[in-house]
């Protein structure tokens, strides 16, 4: 069984600000995890990816990640936050090299203040 | 290259009626998945289909059904509407099963009234 928890619902800062939203994650195989973002009234854009390489991923938008197996952690950050990130952010786990679907968390939504 | 393409975008239905979702992937890719996304929550995966055939179904029940055509676009069916049907359904395409290359669509905004 495979599940994700998003730490924070909401999360908000200021522009030009660091940017972290926590993910944890559970699988009872290797997993491959994504971060995807979605902005009001539109579809799922994928921000990066870790499929069992690298475990500092670097996504678009200056987004990147880190995958840690002894904390089954996969936090999304970004040193500097801009007016357009202001989104719902989903963290997403599915088994590596196996054909199982995507599983969400509950999204976090972050706010970015002028 | 057109991405993948959802109609309609926004669709209203009585209670007990049915409705049926399109799904176009992009070109070259070969499966399509489809999941539910309820207000205030993270998508839920409903179906899988790749070469025409059913490759992986959630927890829904049996008034989801859905197919895939020769050309590769699909159809979601949604029999009885209850009013915790109302949802944003999202297509996502990918090459194939176990490809991590899914691209989503912009969804169809069902409310069951």
């Known amino acids: 069984a495979q599940s994700v928890t998003q730490l924070d619902s909401h999360v908000s800062v200021s522009e030009g600000t660091p940017v972290l939203l926590r993910c944890n994650y559970s699988?009872?195989?290797?997993?491959?995890l994504f971060w995807y973002v979605q902005h009001p009234n539109k579809g799922l854009q994928l921000l990066l990816k870790?499929?069992?390489?690298?475990?500092l991923v670097k996504g678009i938008n200056g987004f990147e990640a880190e995958f840690k197996k002894s904390e089954t952690s996969f936090h999304l950050t970004k040193p500097s936050a801009h007016m357009s990130d202001a989104a719902e952010y989903f963290c997403?786990?599915?088994?590596?090299?196996?054909?199982?679907?995507?599983?969400f968390g509950k999204g976090t939504r972050l706010s970015v203040i002028a | 290259d057109a991405g993948v393409t959802q109609s309609p975008t926004h669709l209203i239905k009585t209670r007990g009626q049915h409705v049926t979702l399109r799904c176009s992937p992009i070109?070259?890719?070969?499966?399509v998945s489809w999941y539910q996304q309820v207000l205030g929550q993270g998508p839920q995966f409903i179906f899988q289909y790749y070469e025409k055939e059913e490759r992986g179904r959630g927890n829904f029940p049996d008034r989801f059904s859905a197919r895939q055509f020769p050309n590769y676009s699909s159809e979601l069916n949604v029999n009885a509407l209850l009013l915790g049907d109302s949802a944003l359904y999202l297509c996502?395409?990918?090459?194939?099963?176990?490809?991590?290359?899914?691209?989503f669509g912009s969804g169809t905004r069902l409310t069951v009234v």
């Open positions: 070109s070259g890719h070969k499966s």
């Open positions: 699988s009872s195989y290797s997993p491959s």
């Open positions: 997403v786990v599915t088994r590596f090299s196996g054909n199982t679907p995507l599983v």
């Open positions: 870790y499929t069992s390489a690298a475990t």
């Open positions: 996502a395409s990918s090459l194939g099963p176990g490809d991590y290359g899914y691209t």
